[in-house]
């Protein structure tokens, strides 16, 4: 099983502010196989980010994912107040299919 | 548009079973492949399992591997858990989301709470 490690466990910024975190794991995720998930409170997780770099319909292009092998980082290039949320790692190249423990971004 | 809704959830005593659905519309179900995802209060995400369009390939998750089965019907463009011998630990809200090839879950339905309690 591949463990996925997400890095901060939560940042604190102001928007307008540059976001990067970390989603780190144990063995090489196949194809770049990983995606990430906004959720926010009392909400279901939604598709930002698939096969590492591909933005999902809809999102923003201020959002960017990059990573291949095991180390994996996605970007938010200006934070707006919408953006301030949990964010999770998933890979899906190899069976069980896993996430990470997820990234709060919150609001300094 | 897409569209799925879980249902079944509820409070149970531990050791005890539950049937979760989740209907499904908007789209070609038996297409796709579908996966239950939960959420225990105030955590992660924890990815359950999936199952192919035509039933043929299934997986779970380590922890709940021989206590879960999931399972479809196609005609009903339904998705079900069965979630047996239920602890306290499985309390969380359970997610079906729809997988597109190489794209992950791109659509979610809002959960279905499980609380086990005595």
């Known amino acids: 099983e591949i463990v996925l490690t997400q ?17 780190r794991a144990s063995q090489s995720v196949s194809h770049r ?10 909400q279901a997780p939604r598709l930002f980010i698939y096969g590492a770099s591909s933005r999902a319909t809809g ?20 934070l707006e107040p919408e953006d301030f949320a949990v964010y999770y790692c998933q890979q899906y190249g190899s069976s069980p ?12 | 548009q897409v569209q799925l809704v879980e249902s079944g959830g509820g409070l149970v ?36 399992s999936y ?7 299934i ?16 005609a009903k463009n339904s998705l079900y858990l069965q979630v ?9 809200v359970y997610y079906c989301a729809r997988a597109v090839s190489a794209v992950g879950l791109d659509s979610w339905g809002q959960g279905t709470l499980v609380t086990v309690s005595s």
Request: aromatic fraction near 14%; charged fraction near 20%.
């Open chain 1, 7 to 23: 890095s901060p466990g939560t940042l604190s910024l102001s928007p307008g502010e540059r976001a990067t975190f970390s989603c």
């Open chain 1, 33 to 42: 196989y990983l995606a990430w998930y906004q959720q926010k409170p009392g």
């Open chain 1, 59 to 78: 999102i923003p292009e201020r959002f960017s994912g990059s990573g291949s092998g095991t180390d994996f980082t996605l970007t938010i290039s200006r």
């Open chain 1, 97 to 108: 299919w896993t996430f990470g423990q997820g990234t709060k971004v919150e609001i300094k």
């Open chain 2, 13 to 48: 005593k531990p050791g005890g079973s539950l049937r979760l659905s989740c209907a499904a519309s908007g789209f070609s179900f038996s297409d796709y492949y579908m996966n239950w995802v939960r959420q225990a209060p105030g955590k992660g995400l924890e990815w359950l």
């Open chain 2, 51 to 57: 199952i192919s369009g035509s039933s043929t390939t």
């Open chain 2, 59 to 74: 997986y779970y998750a380590h922890s709940v591997r021989g206590r879960f089965t999931v399972s479809r019907d196609n």
């Open chain 2, 84 to 92: 047996n011998s239920l602890r306290a630990e499985d309390t969380a």
